[in-house]
């Protein structure tokens, strides 16, 4: 498996930070967007009024933030993030984004390739 890193020989990470607008659901995909997984997450609800629900890596189970609260992700590998913010407030999310190795994307691009051919 080509996504094997521990604490002690993880590569320099990349830091991002966005701002999800009031009212609405937006899906962040970390290797579409930034080509890279997160590997540590913080998500802070900036909304006074109103809790923050969120999703990841595509799981059905919602977690929910109460108004300006935050809660973290971490010790795991997050592909997608979807969150719906309140009608009163943003959200802020912060990662520690993992740059994917080439080797890994050429190796995704051969799997896809070979599923398509019969």
Request: hydrophobic share 40%.
């Amino acid at each position: 498996m080509p996504f094997n890193y521990t604490v002690s020989n993880l590569p320099l990470l990349f830091p991002v930070t966005l701002t999800i607008p009031l009212g609405t659901t937006q899906t962040v995909s970390f290797p579409d967007q930034f080509a890279g997984r997160a590997v540590a997450v913080k998500i802070r609800n900036n909304d006074g009024a109103n809790d923050l629900s969120y999703t990841w890596n595509l799981n059905p189970e919602i977690n929910i933030i109460a108004s300006s609260s935050f809660d973290t992700i971490d010790g795991t590998t997050i592909n997608y993030l979807t969150i719906t913010t309140g009608g009163a407030g943003t959200a802020t999310v912060q990662a520690q984004v993992l740059p994917i190795k080439q080797s890994e994307v050429i190796e995704l691009r051969e799997s896809i390739k070979s599923y398509g051919e019969f």
